[in-house]
């Protein structure tokens, strides 16, 4: 047994991306958890419980949304290759310069979908933590627990 390098980067492709071309896959590069920044991360959410004075526990949506980004900047230290949706380009011209259109054939029709190269900016980061689903980032926060996890989904 050995312990893991907290330095080390794993490119890792989500598994509903791996049976996509490569130019529509998007790279993710986890830095994987130790036990103590598992436990941090774990405290992060659960402040964003409050109990009641009935022994209920309530989710401050807030809180929760603050722990997500939290963690996937710290889980995520690159990117590449990412869509945004159509109404983040709207709103930030200048990434949709930067941004190649790649042609996909989706339902029988031939879109352009832009795709930008490579993220490294924690703003832009958290920008990409804001439009994934719950799904994918379930996935990104579970494998970065897990070494061998991120080796199975690693950009070969």
């Known amino acids: 047994m050995r312990g893991i390098s907290t330095k080390e980067l ?3 492709i989500l598994e509903d991306d791996r049976g996509l071309p490569s ?6 590069y986890i830095k994987p958890k130790t036990g103590h920044e598992a436990n941090i991360q774990t405290k992060v959410y659960l402040k964003a419980f409050r109990e009641k004075d009935n022994g209920i526990r309530d989710l401050i949506v807030k ?14 230290k690159k990117i590449e290759n990412f869509a945004f949706p159509d109404d983040y380009y709207e709103d930030h011209p200048q990434v949709k ?7 996909i054939h989706e339902d029988g029709q031939e879109l352009k979908i832009l795709f930008v190269k490579e993220i490294t900016s924690e703003d832009m980061i958290g920008d990409v933590c ?15 627990r897990s070494v061998s996890k991120l080796r199975e989904g690693q950009k070969k």
């Open 97 to 103: 310069e930067k941004a190649k259109p790649v042609k």
């Open 10 to 12: 794993f490119p890792y």
């Open 23 to 28: 130019e529509q896959q998007t790279i993710f």
């Open 130 to 144: 804001r439009t994934l689903d719950n799904d994918s980032l379930r996935e990104i926060y579970d494998v970065s």
């Open 63 to 76: 809180d929760a949304d603050i722990a997500d980004l939290t963690n996937f900047k710290a889980t995520v």
